[in-house]
């Protein structure tokens, strides 16, 4: 077992790491509950998950009672969370409660906003059950969910009180999740890290096939990388944390472009969107092209989409650069970006011009 502590003074919370955890789940809950029920929010995907966790709270003594919600992006609205809290209240949650989250991004922010306006805040267990939850949105205090105008404008930083990851889950997860849920691996690598990233090149074939250790390796040292950045910029005030978002600009555009749909999963748009960065972080003359060409090599060897062309979204460069334009940290043609100087080099330019993006995306195939 590997327990990881995001060190945020009094909002400071473990992230437990640990294959068949939600079996044992109950007693590391009962100590936290102290004699109070812990309702469960989960969604329909995760039935399994959530019988082997009510029955692991059972036989710890913790009462729980579940609402199981649809599973998807749609579940990050306002009607669910109207739902959500309005369940929660039902079962007589009181502010110095615990809450479960279990399942996938989704779950995990609205569940966590949900508790974070409930009498003001009370307290949430981050149970993730997809590789994209476990090495990113579980651990941070992100929470929130979407409105008409875009994804995640509605939200608040609401850290959890303690976060369980058991990599087994990830046994029934399809590959494509997994592979998506893999590119926010990697991304650790590119962000800081390169012996990370030689590590991924490494083993990242025996993680995408299931293979336990290369898994909780891989899950444990991107938590506490995660860890370190939240730890050191919480609020995303200093450009730190803002690191976490190398690949999302051209990622987010491409996602965008693609409805924000089954057609390009968020973690397959990090990927190509990594892809490009590093690409025009080599044409910029930032970095080495040979750095470029490896992460898209990796990419490539990992089956993820390397960049325009693969991401399969027909987008002209000038309507891609549109979104950009719409993205609320634009102003006055520029927005700021996550670049590179080279592998584990990543920084972040404040002031790029997007007709400069335009005009690299125009040299890409697309
Ligand atoms: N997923 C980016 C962050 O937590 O800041």
Redesign the pocket.
Known sequence: MTVLTVALGARSYDVRIEAGLLARAGDVVAALAKGRPVPIVADENVAPHLATLARSLADAGVASEALVLPAGEGTKSWAMLERTVDWLLAQGVERSDHVIALGGGVIGDLVGFACSVMKRGCRFIQVPTTLLSQV??S??G?TGINARAGKNLVGAFHQPALVLIDPDVLDTLPLRQVRAGYAEVVKYGLIDDLDFFAWCEANGAALLAGDPAAREYAIAHSVAA?ARI?AEDEF?TTGK?AL??LGHTFGHALEAEAGFSDRLLHGEAVAAGCGLAFDYSAQAGLCAGDDAARVRAHWRASGLPDGLAASGVAASPARLVEHMRHDKKASGGRIPFLLARGIGRTYLDRDVDLSEVERFLDSQPH
Request: net charge positive; aromatic share 0%.
């Open positions: 990113d949105s651990v941070g992100k995660k939240v995303e944390r976490l978002n």
